[in-house]
């Protein structure tokens, strides 16, 4: 609960401190993995000399690209001469990077370099085609528009949710923000979200479930912003069909934690909410190992 509390606080995506929230997220990896806290704890005990040893609040300096602290500043408020600034069309940059001899890693660079994971399985013996179906959809809108512009993006597909047995169509990170993706095939028309209720011709069409597994995703991720998108794809494959109006939530005025969006807008979103994080060309390799583990 500190750790969580502590890097929802300095988060840059808050308000925070970049550098403040790269160390909290160092400690926070440090103690969370036996083979790199039994290192901590025996250069500790043995005062290693040389190369100053990592510590929980202390990252090694990689050179300034990738991790949330990279715009050192020379003084308050002062941005360091020259220094780089990193943008969703950069380059990879791995953290913690896979040539420090320091670090113990937990993919291989191989598969971390890989930008998409696992396919749309078949589940259950009802709609079983439609729903593979939609989800390709998804995955080659993502492939097309997302992934070539955004290079430190990884798609994951078919995570188990952290709330209950279910699935998750998709998951898409780059950098520290995280985006659960869920699929779905309408009719062309008009369609209205209020951030609560769907609907269209007056009836109510439920979309996936997500409100809840942002939720905890957010609790198992605090270092990350977690959003939910729900894309809703036309049978003709017309991206801005259907056409879904927005309307905000007669109850509290607020939209919710899911955006319900066309191909169109699910492009147009992803691109604008991945690409302004805070280093949105790394990618934090811990993370993603954690939603590795958690595919079906």
């Known amino acids: 609960m500190a750790y969580r509390k502590a890097a929802r606080n300095a988060h840059p995506d808050h308000g925070g401190d970049p550098e403040v929230f790269r160390q909290v997220t160092l400690a926070y990896e440090i103690l969370i ?13 043995s005062g290693a000399t040389g190369r100053t040893s990592p510590s929980p609040t202390q990252r090694p300096d990689y050179g300034g690209a990738g991790a949330p ?19 969703a069309g950069d380059a990879p940059v791995y953290v913690p990077p896979f040539d420090d001899p320091h670090e113990v890693p937990l993919l291989s660079k191989g598969d971390a370099a890989l930008q998409i994971h696992g396919i749309p399985r078949k589940r259950g013996i009802f709609g079983a085609e439609a729903r593979i179906q939609r989800e390709m959809r998804t995955v080659q809108l993502i492939s097309r528009q997302i992934l070539t512009a955004i290079p430190s993006a990884r798609l994951i597909n078919g995570l188990r949710s952290p709330s209950d047995d279910s699935h998750i ?3 898409l990170l780059a950098g520290y923000r995280l985006a659960l993706i869920g699929s779905m095939l309408l009719p062309k028309g008009a369609y209205a979200w209020d951030g609560v209720a769907l609907k269209h011709g007056g009836r109510s069409v439920p979309p996936p479930q997500l409100e809840l597994i942002v939720r905890h995703t957010q609790e198992i991720f605090p270092e990350l912003n977690v959003t939910a998108w729900v894309v809703v794809h036309s049978p003709d494959g017309n991206p801005h069909e259907p056409v879904i109006d927005h309307y905000r939530s007669r109850t509290d005025g607020a939209m919710g934690s899911v955006q319900i969006v066309n191909a169109s807008g699910l492009a147009r979103g992803l691109k604008q909410f991945l690409s302004s994080g805070p280093v949105p060309n790394t990618v934090v390799v811990p993370v993603l190992a954690r939603l590795l583990r958690g595919m079906h």
Do not use: F, I, Q
């Not at 993995?33 to 005990?45: F, G, T």
């Open 33 to 45: 993995d036996p083979k790199r806290r039994a290192e901590y704890d025996r250069r500790y005990a």
């Open 169 to 171: 169509d998709h998951a």
């Open 69 to 87: 602290g990279w715009e050192a500043r020379t003084s308050p408020g002062v941005r360091r001469p020259n220094a780089p600034r990193n943008t």
